[in-house]
């Protein structure tokens, strides 16, 4: 079972997760989804796939992994007292097993680090140490950006 949280005190951070979602960092796939933000929204960002399952305006937003992403499970942003936290909970299948500790797990950490870096620069909260991607999450993020074939 995975349970990763990511917490960031963030002063005046209460009813902004609907712009923390629209600060999605520009470095990592954009965050698609096929309607506003909502429950039965549909997207993702680059292969990971999800629906919004639970939505309180402002304070809170879920989604559900889709089906052969390799992770049954749900991913929740909301607004707690002082700041924000972002918590994923499921189970691996398949290659999952293998993709998540290896390499899915950092990748995932930094997205999440970078968008609450976003938010709180956003929020005139600028964090003390910005996040740094270790190493490996660079080799990794290199590795993913030449797999990605350009548009001729």
């Not at 949280?5 to 005046?12: A, E, L, M, S, T």
């Not at 698609?32 to 919004?52: E, I, Q, T």
């Not at 499970?73 to 924000?84: I, K, N, Q, Y």
């Not at 918590?87 to 390499?103: E, I, S």
Request: glycine share 12%.
């Amino acid at each position: 079972m995975i349970e990763n949280v990511h917490v960031r005190q963030i002063p005046d951070s209460a009813g902004v997760i609907d712009e923390v979602v629209e600060l999605w960092p520009s470095a990592w796939p954009p965050l698609v989804l096929d309607r506003p933000l909502g429950v039965g929204a549909k997207g993702g960002h680059g292969f990971v796939r999800y629906s919004c399952t639970d939505y309180v305006p402002g304070r809170r937003v879920e989604f559900t992994f889709g089906p052969g992403f390799g992770l049954v499970g749900t991913h929740t942003l909301e607004a707690v007292p002082g700041g924000l936290r972002h918590v994923l909970t499921g189970r691996t299948r398949g290659l999952m097993r293998l993709g998540w500790p290896l390499a899915v797990r950092w990748l995932h950490d930094a997205l999440i680090e970078d968008l609450f870096d976003k938010a709180a620069n956003a929020l005139g909260h600028p964090p003390v140490h910005r996040a740094r991607w270790s190493p490996w999450v660079r080799m990794m993020y290199a590795a993913a950006k030449r797999s990605v074939k350009q548009p001729a």
